[in-house]
């Protein structure tokens, strides 16, 4: 036990170094989604978040869309607790048998106009838990996907990536 208070007092922590992200392309990243979701709605754009059984791995990311650094709400992307609230349904991991019901129950809940986002490799088809007894498969199985985000898990700018392109398509009325 001493030898390990020792070394630990002399050894760095086991982290790893930040990420050099451009700030400006972020910032722009997320006011171009800000700005067509108050040209295409009228207001802010308002996501729900629906874990189908997932790994947790995505749901960090996507919380990190909130974090100090990334901060969307200053540009009008806002998480809402109630899926009458959103424009936007945001679904992770594969759906599990026991989720089913839950999020055909949530997407029918959201008002139109609705999109569906599937973030993650298992939530497009299941991914390594694809063929699992508990497992219906990808969110498509149960409700209609509007768009894939690919990634284990996908990076926050991917995500702003993935709802700048879906907002995109439906101004152009290819959603």
Known sequence: MRK???ESLFRRPLTERALAADDAAVSELATAVGRLARRR???SLSIREVDAGSCNGCELEIHALNNAYYDVERFGLRFVASPRHADV???TGPVTRN???ALQRTYDAVPNPKWVVAIGDCARDGGCFAGSYAVVGGVSEVIPVDLHI?????APTAMLQGLLALLERAETGAV
Request: charged share 25%.
């Open 99 to 101: 989720m089913r019901e």
């Open 89 to 91: 349904l945001m679904v």
């Open 150 to 154: 690919r990634g284990c898990p996908p």
């Open 41 to 43: 709605l009228g207001r």
């Open 4 to 6: 390990l208070l020792f």
